[in-house]
């Protein structure tokens, strides 16, 4: 039978997860991971987190244009160019957790090379703002404190270019970390402190 350490444990990740928390979901990854290889900690973990989710569905405010969303993006048919356009309109929802799920399942499809988003990149106006904010998401993924201010202080014709990168730079950190062996603290430094990887 379950604690309730781990009930409660399964509700506080899964609510700071569906808050935005990287921490967290990094950290539901990580139970995950160790689920499937058979940790009997993690299992049971695992188990708690599924039947809270299960018992608490996070309710979606604009669930059909979100289920749309995900679609394009989990469709290997769809350009590269198509899926950068759908990442475009993410913040109209003002969703947190459909933009960490545009991160999630953009990560499990093709890698995301270094020269792929660079082919992104070339698509915009050299130098121009788009490209800046779009570079900016790249290269500061991971890092929240940064995204939140950056979000609230960008105009609105700029932010959908900000998401894009910022989803796509995750969807490249979570591969590195998951195929290759990269440091958790790739995905966000607060994760690597507080799973006492440093």
Avoid at 24 to 34: I, K, P, S, T
Avoid at 41 to 68: C, F, M, R, T
Avoid at 71 to 95: M, Y
């Amino acid at each position: 039978m379950p604690t309730l350490t781990q009930t409660d444990g399964a509700k506080e990740l899964v609510e700071r997860a569906r808050a935005g928390d990287q921490n967290a979901m990094a950290m539901l990854q990580m139970v995950g991971d160790n689920a499937r290889k058979g940790v009997p900690a993690a299992k049971s973990a695992a188990l708690q987190v599924k039947a809270y989710i299960s018992d608490n569905p996070a309710p979606l405010e604009h669930w059909e244009e979100g289920a749309h969303i995900i679609g394009v993006l989990k469709n290997p048919d769809n350009s590269d160019e198509d899926v950068f356009s759908t990442l475009l309109l993410l913040p109209q929802f003002e969703d947190a957790r459909l933009v960490n799920t545009a991160c999630v399942v953009l990560s499990l499809g093709d890698p995301w090379t270094r020269e792929r988003i660079h082919a992104l990149d070339s698509v915009l106006e050299p130098g121009g703002d788009q490209q800046h904010a779009f570079r900016m998401g790249v290269e500061k993924s991971g890092d929240a404190n940064f995204m939140r201010q950056t979000f609230r202080s960008m105009p609105p014709e700029l932010s959908g270019f900000l998401c894009a990168g910022h989803c796509i730079g995750m969807a490249h950190k979570l591969q590195a970390v998951r195929q290759n062996g990269a440091s958790v603290g790739l995905l966000c430094k607060d994760v690597e402190w507080e799973l006492g990887c440093v």
